[in-house]
């Protein structure tokens, strides 16, 4: 148990029997009346993103979740096996808790699985991965100044949005929380 005063971006609480992390929070002193605690809070197992207010030293109730680097072996067909890097025990994660982090892993990839009582939640990728394009059609001669852009097949089979200089084989940095084209990788 915390207070609504302990609030942190990151923290996961338990609200109604369901897990809820804090994506932002504003401790609000208004001049006329008590102080409140302002927060936007999203569902783990939704993704749901509702608004929330606590007054000021409310007890809230919080979830112990364990973060583990993890490394991403291979994908069985019914699942995602994944190998804790200081236990080497192994674990296959649902598609449904891997869910958009599928489109940026390759395999021997380091992710962070969160769990919390033994069951995995949620799989956290870096904000930016570097991954090869397999498969892109190529610009034509004077479409360089237009600034337009392109679709691209990366190597995990996920299509993104490239510059029309992009070419095949070209290795490009990928925004996880996104999807978006960030640049060439620098070899």
């Known amino acids: 148990m915390a207070t609504s ?78 190998m804790d890097n200081q236990t080497y025990d192994q674990m296959t994660l649902d598609p449904a808790v891997v869910a958009e982090a599928s489109n940026f892993l390759l395999e021997n990839q380091n992710a962070v699985v969160a769990i919390h009582d033994g069951a995995p939640l949620y799989v956290e990728l870096p904000a930016s991965v570097v991954l090869e394009i397999t498969y892109t059609e190529p610009g034509l001669q004077g479409d360089r100044a237009t600034g337009g852009a392109k679709p691209a097949t990366l190597e995990t089979g996920y299509q993104i949005q490239v510059p029309l200089f992009i070419e095949n084989n070209t290795k490009v940095k990928v925004d996880t929380r996104t999807g978006e084209y960030l640049g060439r990788a620098s070899e």
């Open 5 to 82: 005063n302990d609030l942190k971006n990151g923290m996961v609480l338990v609200i109604d029997g369901q897990l809820w992390t804090v994506v932002e929070f504003q401790h609000v002193k208004p001049g006329k009346g008590p102080a409140f605690v302002r927060t936007k809070l999203k569902s783990i197992m939704t993704d749901k993103v509702v608004d929330k207010t606590f007054n000021a030293g409310v007890k809230v109730e919080t979830a112990t979740v364990d973060r583990r680097e993890m490394q991403y072996l291979y994908n069985d067909g019914s699942g995602y096996v994944f």
